[in-house]
């Protein structure tokens, strides 16, 4: 059985919502780009995945969010950019999960991490598909794991 973010079907993500969508217009176009290659992961494994059912999109704290309000499986994952790093994605999670940590402790070379609430996906920096994937899938699985 393939598992949520390892489909290799190509799946659309729906149209964002007019707010997030401005969101994203907002954003410089190299964080943009890899901001919306994360939204497409995130529909992709939530399509894979069927104790994650549909998502919504929404705005929090002005970035776009997702979040699986119908089956309660998850935590919110939210897109943005650091005020920092503006030329750098990330992705974000509650800081008050165990998810941070646990890829910490699953990828330990991995340097993309801020904190316990962040993956920074830096211009240039090493692929770090596999990290992504885990952190998608156990974000969006948070409160019902596999």
């Known amino acids: 059985?393939?598992?949520p973010c390892e489909s290799h079907d190509v799946v659309e993500p729906p149209a964002a919502p007019p707010e997030v969508a401005a969101a994203y217009a907002a954003f410089d176009d190299a964080p943009r780009d890899r901001l919306l290659a994360l939204r497409a992961r995130i529909f992709a494994a939530a399509a894979a995945d069927p104790v994650i059912g549909p998502?919504?999109?929404?705005?929090r704290w002005g970035e776009?969010?997702?979040?699986?309000e119908a089956t309660k499986s998850g935590t919110t994952i939210r897109l943005g950019v650091p005020r920092s790093a503006p030329e750098t994605a990330a992705l974000?999670?509650?800081c008050r999960t165990s998810i941070i940590e646990g890829l910490r402790a699953q990828f330990p070379d991995c340097d993309a991490f801020d904190g316990n609430r962040a993956i920074l996906l830096r211009p240039?920096?090493?692929?770090?598909?596999?990290?992504?994937h885990a952190a998608i899938?156990?974000?969006?699985?948070?409160?019902?794991p596999a």
């Open 1 to 3: 059985m393939v598992g």
């Open 55 to 59: 998502l919504t999109e929404a705005l």
């Open 64 to 68: 776009p969010a997702y979040l699986t």
């Open 92 to 94: 974000y999670v509650n």
């Open 124 to 132: 240039g920096a090493a692929q770090i598909d596999d990290v992504l």
């Open 137 to 144: 899938a156990r974000a969006l699985r948070y409160h019902k």
